[in-house]
């Protein structure tokens, strides 16, 4: 619901700039501004205005009244030092209007919930593909999908209600990394090109590169985009039995790592002529969906292990051969079924935790208790009837 209060708020990054955008609405939004603005006294929507904005101490801005109806909402363009946006936002503060932060502004003048979440999601996406998923939630894709779950339940029909709450929760794991990237753990025993692996993913050198064994100790990590989805690549610690009482500290860093990775890529080392036995006390990770297994060095000549791991993806980090093909086995392993255009994607962590838990009430015949959770969901969401 829109608060009956009117609210105003700096749209563009704090700090000095060239030009700031001011945002002011709700019921006495265009009253106001009317008041305190010096030049055109007919301010019809759609039309720019220019003049002085404020009482004792004035400025010039570029005014637009965006709509007058249904709830007035007004812009100002003035200019972009912190003294001046400072004034124009406590001028409006004197006469009534609440100031605040953008975001809150956008929660607080938007009437669907799910919107104003989207809205604010959108601005801190870090790739255009997630940025485009967000703008089909902003448009409705999600509030749609939700109000056929809500006409399904109130018809009884628990076959279409299935239907839609599996394909909103299948793609719940997709909505958590929207905005935060998946965690991609390079891992393995020293040596076997780990660190020189994540500088070629990432284009440049981000971590240190050495024969020596024990030289990466903590975890380093960059940002990377693969196939337009957000992922962290995390360098780690060599995984061997004896190691120093400092390089036993990365290695428990390694191991709690490689546990908590969305996914490990257990790397080995294809020119090595002798085999390394790797001390993880559980190593049946390996063969999950969370693992895939590289052999590197393939520009060497071949090592034994090369006959003992027929499946393994085949690079190379210093030559870049097998890259693409880690990169895109990399974006399917995490994505296994990119959404279609227009497709609901639940994308707060909130609505993720909700759909999957009524999901996996459904989905073992508790058909009650779902249905009380979605009307909670569905009653916060503010989906249409």
């Given amino acids: 619901m829109i608060a009956p209060a009117t609210f105003a708020a700096c749209l563009t990054p704090d700090g000095t700039g060239a030009i700031a955008t001011i945002a002011v609405r709700g019921p006495t939004a265009l009253e106001v501004v009317e008041q305190l603005f010096r030049?055109?006294?007919?301010?019809?929507?759609?039309?720019?205005?220019f003049g002085k904005f404020g009482v004792e101490l004035a400025d010039e801005v570029v005014l637009r009244v965006k709509q007058a109806v249904p709830l007035p909402w007004v812009e100002l363009h003035c200019h972009g030092g912190r003294a001046?946006?400072?004034?124009?936002?406590?001028?409006?503060?004197?006469?009534?209007?609440?100031?605040?932060?953008?975001?809150?502004?956008?929660?607080?003048?938007?009437?669907?919930?799910?919107?104003?979440?989207?809205?604010?999601?959108?601005a801190t996406a870090p790739t255009t593909r997630t940025a485009a998923i967000l703008l089909d939630q902003y448009q409705g894709s999600c509030e749609r999908a939700?109000?056929?779950?809500?006409?399904?339940?109130?018809?009884?029909?628990?076959?279409?209600?299935?239907?839609?709450?599996?394909?909103?929760?299948?793609r719940a794991v997709l909505g958590r990394h929207l905005t935060t990237p998946w965690r991609v753990v390079v891992a393995g025993?020293?040596?076997?090109?780990?660190?020189?692996?994540?500088?070629?993913?990432?284009?440049?050198?981000?971590?240190?590169?050495?024969?020596?064994?024990?030289?990466?100790?903590?975890l380093v990590s960059v940002q990377i985009a693969l196939d337009g989805?957000?992922?962290?690549?995390?360098?780690?610690?060599?995984?061997?039995?004896?190691?120093?009482?400092?390089?036993?500290?990365?290695?428990?860093?390694?191991?709690?790592?490689?546990?908590?990775?969305?996914?490990c890529l257990w790397v080995l080392d294809g020119a090595a002529t002798v085999p390394t036995v790797v001390p993880l006390p559980d190593l049946s990770f390996r063969a999950?969906?969370?693992?895939?297994?590289?052999?590197?060095?393939?520009?060497?000549?071949?090592?034994?292990?090369?006959e003992c791991e027929p499946t393994a993806l085949r690079v190379s980090a210093q030559s870049g051969a097998g890259l693409g093909e880690l990169c895109e086995a990399i974006a399917r392993r995490l994505v296994p079924e990119p959404p279609p255009v227009g497709a609901a994607v639940p994308f707060t962590p909130a609505l993720c935790d909700g759909i999957t838990a009524a999901w996996d009430l459904w989905s073992s015949e508790k058909h009650d208790e779902a249905r009380g959770l979605l009307d909670r969901i569905l009653e916060w969401s503010n989906a249409p009837s």
């Fill in 146 to 170: 939700l109000a056929e779950l809500r006409t399904a339940l109130h018809r009884n029909e628990l076959e279409s209600a299935g239907r839609w709450l599996a394909e909103l929760a299948g």
């Fill in 288 to 306: 999950g969906t969370k693992t895939l297994v590289l052999l590197n060095k393939i520009d060497q000549p071949a090592g034994w292990v090369r």
């Fill in 84 to 122: 001046v946006v400072g004034m124009i936002l406590e001028t409006l503060r004197q006469q009534g209007i609440v100031t605040c932060a953008w975001q809150e502004f956008v929660r607080q003048t938007t009437e669907r919930p799910l919107q104003a979440e989207a809205a604010l999601l959108l």
């Fill in 39 to 49: 030049g055109t006294r007919d301010l019809k929507p759609g039309a720019v205005h």
């Fill in 189 to 218: 025993a020293p040596n076997v090109g780990k660190s020189s692996l994540v500088n070629a993913l990432a284009g440049y050198r981000r971590s240190i590169v050495s024969p020596l064994p024990g030289t990466t100790r903590d």
């Fill in 229 to 263: 989805w957000p992922v962290e690549l995390c360098d780690t610690a060599g995984l061997r039995a004896e190691a120093s009482a400092l390089e036993g500290q990365g290695i428990r860093l390694a191991e709690d790592a490689v546990a908590a990775a969305d996914l």
